[in-house]
T-cell receptor
Framework: GAVVSQHPSRVICKSGTSVKIECRSL??????MFWYRQFPKQSLMLMAT?????????EQGVEKDKFLINHASLTLSTLTVTSAHPEDSSFYIC???????????????FGDGTRLSIL | GQSLEQPSEVTAVEGAIVQINCTYQ??????LSWYQQHDGGAPTFLSY????GLEETGRFSSFLSRSDSYGYLLLQELQMKDSASYFC?????????FGSGTKLNVKP
């Protein structure tokens, strides 16, 4: 089955630090990946759509200068939380869809998520 | 804009059948997906309805009515491991948006 690897699984760092999270599709190519944020006991909120070889598309209210997304290859997207503050502490999850599969309903495959804690 | 409604919590006993409803209002709608998420874990894909009607996958079935902007997830022969949060996620404009989720508690 399709596997998405997300790394690191957990980060604890000081306020003001920048943190990079990687999302890799291991056995398929993904021209599009998605980044979500989830606060405790809440739903997944789509932050941005990462497009290989072009700029990411951010959802309304998400600061593009704060959450830098790079999708440099068909299997890797990165999210960098710049100058992180305690309010950025959350569970960040990436997902990817197989580019070779057609049809609107092809499922997203999720990484295991990154739990970010800013002290 | 868009809106999604799901019950916040449902409780059922092992072996029972439970239905989780989802109503949505969104533009550019193509279909409806369902995901399961255990506490502390990432979501896993359960089903997708691109057309009206029922889709069956083992113990889980999902239904969609486009005219009613409504869908449901049906879980049969409930097991303790089915205790999790379940999210409906409309697919529109090449993205999935997640509802608030339904926490399912399965009791012995």
């Amino acid at each position: 089955g399709a596997v998405v690897s997300q790394h690191p699984s957990r980060v604890i760092c000081k306020s003001g630090t920048s943190v990079k999270i990687e999302c890799r599709s291991l056995d398929f190519q993904a021209t599009t990946m998605f980044w979500y944020r989830q606060f405790p006991k809440q739903s997944l909120m789509l932050m941005a759509t990462s497009n290989e070889g072009s700029k990411a598309t951010y959802e309304q209210g998400v600061e593009k200068d704060k959450f830098l997304i790079n999708h440099a290859s068909l299997t890797l997207s990165t999210l960098t939380v710049t100058s992180a503050h305690p309010e950025d502490s959350s569970f960040y999850i990436c997902s990817a869809r197989d580019s070779d599969l057609t049809g609107m309903g092809q499922p997203q495959h999720f990484g295991d998520g990154t739990r970010l804690s800013i002290l | 804009g868009q809106s999604l409604e799901q019950p916040s919590e449902v409780t059922a006993v092992e072996g029972a059948i439970v239905q989780i409803n989802c109503t949505y209002q969104t533009s550019g709608f193509y279909g409806l997906s369902w995901y399961q998420q255990h506490d502390g874990g990432a979501p896993t894909f359960l089903s997708y309805n691109g057309l009206d009607g029922l889709e069956e996958t083992g113990r889980f079935s999902s239904f969609l009515s486009r005219s009613d902007s409504y869908g449901y997830l049906l879980l049969q022969e409930l097991q303790m491991k089915d205790s999790a949060s379940y999210f409906c996620a409309p697919y529109n404009f090449n993205k999935f948006y997640f509802g608030s989720g339904t926490k399912l508690n399965v009791k012995p």
